[in-house]
């Protein structure tokens, strides 16, 4: 008999902490929830513990986490109730621990990822802004603790797939010659350039065929989603970038691809939805079923592709950059997104005051090594901060 995996969910009331709790309850001889973690949803969380009766639910708010054990006591549930930053870093490195899933949006979730890879745990990465932020330093630190370490956003699951098998991280003496990033081209993709000025949150979150939180959403309108990947393709698959290239495929149904020099291009295809790559890392190397349901070809009868439109885009162009730059330089791309994106939400700036604020913040942050987790949320915040100034001075 199979032993349980105990699985902590960072994030398990957002878009991907959801899809990962229905594959666990499609299998509960394989895996059981073993710590749930949120920012503020109370309401969501409770429901969760009330159906997966994880042994800790964590709070990052501490108010959040007062409500909830107040509710948890009321419902008799035997979940212990935790809040902080200290707390997620406990949850993803206790020794009970098999697996994380690293699904918290944006910078907030770098310290509990590194807990889990510091910890050797088997670490399911959803959160993309750790690699971006801190590239060399967790894969570094992946090595040295045998943590392994296996990604779920759908692109680079689908290159995992399609990469020979044991992949020992060279591209070249496994006879690969790119890596095929696919792309939706998100909402705006034929947008008139004119009107972009004045899309609306509304607008930029409506994904056409990706059901995601907001962050992600705004990042995929704007490509630094897809920018954000080429960073975290260079750090996963030890690839050039000049070696990985971006190709706009509209209907997100071949989730990207590997080309080898003898001409095969191998790709993973599927439905655009996330349980498939979450169920993949989660089995691995088995295949379990994932909920989606089987792809249909003939509905999907065409695949089209193009070149992205790099004046359409312009934060793809910007994260080429900061990769190119290296040092702390993604980190502050990250972060200069994650404000702009935060304000372009909020109404207090346009969408293509986006590109603007990040090539702003690029050009006003000295260019520097990181060598630390402390360097990086150092950088991290110096670079929020030349953001926040440069939308004081628009205003
Ligand atoms: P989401 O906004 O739906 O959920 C975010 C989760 O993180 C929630 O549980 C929230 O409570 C928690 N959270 C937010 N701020 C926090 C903070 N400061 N501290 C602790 N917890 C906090 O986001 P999502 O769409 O599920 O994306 C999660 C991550 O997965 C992102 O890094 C995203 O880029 C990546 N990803 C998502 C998808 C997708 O389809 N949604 C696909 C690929 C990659
Ligand atoms: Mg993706």
């Given at each position: 008999m199979k032993t349980v995996r105990q699985i902590t969910i960072l994030?398990?009331?957002?878009s991907i902490g959801e899809s990962t709790l229905d594959v666990i309850a499609r299998h509960p001889n394989r895996f059981r929830a073993f710590a749930l973690t949120a920012n503020q949803n109370v309401e969501k969380m409770l429901s969760q513990c009330q159906r997966f009766q994880p042994r800790y639910a964590v709070m990052l708010d501490r108010d959040s986490a007062e409500q909830l054990a107040n509710a948890i006591q009321a419902a008799r549930i035997d979940t212990e109730v935790l809040s902080g930053i200290e707390s997620l870093e406990k949850v993803a490195s206790?020794?009970?621990?098999?697996?994380?899933?690293?699904?918290?949006?944006?910078?907030?979730?770098i310290r509990p990822t590194f807990a889990a890879a510091r910890t050797g745990k088997l670490v399911l990465l959803a959160n993309k802004e750790t690699l971006v932020m801190a590239g060399r330093i967790f894969m570094d630190l992946v090595k040295q603790n045998n943590a392994t370490l296996l990604p779920i956003d759908s692109e680079h699951n689908a290159i995992y797939q399609s990469?020979?098998?044991?992949?020992?991280?060279n591209l070249s003496t496994n006879g690969i010659s790119r890596i095929l990033l696919t792309a939706s081209?998100?909402?705006?993709?034929?947008?008139?350039l004119a009107t972009l000025e004045k899309v609306t949150p509304e607008q930029a979150c409506a994904h056409p065929n990706w059901d995601m939180g907001q962050k992600i959403s705004v990042d995929s309108a704007t490509m630094m989603n897809k920018g954000l990947e080429v960073i975290e393709a260079h750090w996963l698959?030890?690839?050039?970038?000049?070696k990985i290239q971006v190709v706009i495929h509209?209907?997100?149904?071949?989730h990207s691809m590997v080309a080898y020099v003898d001409g095969s291009v191998i790709a993973q295809l599927g439905n655009p939805d996330m349980r498939t790559p979450i169920a993949h890392a989660m089995g691995y190397p088995e295949r379990i079923e994932s909920g989606v349901p089987a792809l249909d070809m003939f509905k999907v009868a065409h695949l089209d592709f193009e070149e992205p439109d790099f004046k359409r885009f312009p934060c793809l162009g910007l994260a080429y950059q900061a990769l190119a730059s290296g040092g702390n330089m993604p980190a502050v791309l990250n972060a200069a997104n994650e404000i702009a994106v935060e304000s372009f939400l909020k109404e207090r700036?346009?969408?293509?005051a986006i590109p603007a604020m990040i090539e702003h913040v690029m050009q006003t942050v000295q260019q520097e090594d990181m060598t630390t987790l402390e360097d990086v949320l150092k950088t991290d915040t110096l670079a929020r901060d030349v953001a926040r100034e440069w939308l004081a001075n628009l205003q």
């Open positions: 994030g398990s009331t957002g206790l020794p009970e621990v098999d697996a994380v899933m690293a699904a918290i949006v944006g910078a907030a979730g990469l020979p098998h044991h992949f020992n991280g081209g998100g909402p705006f993709r034929c947008t008139p698959f030890d690839a050039p970038p000049d509209p209907q997100s149904v071949i700036m346009k969408f293509t």
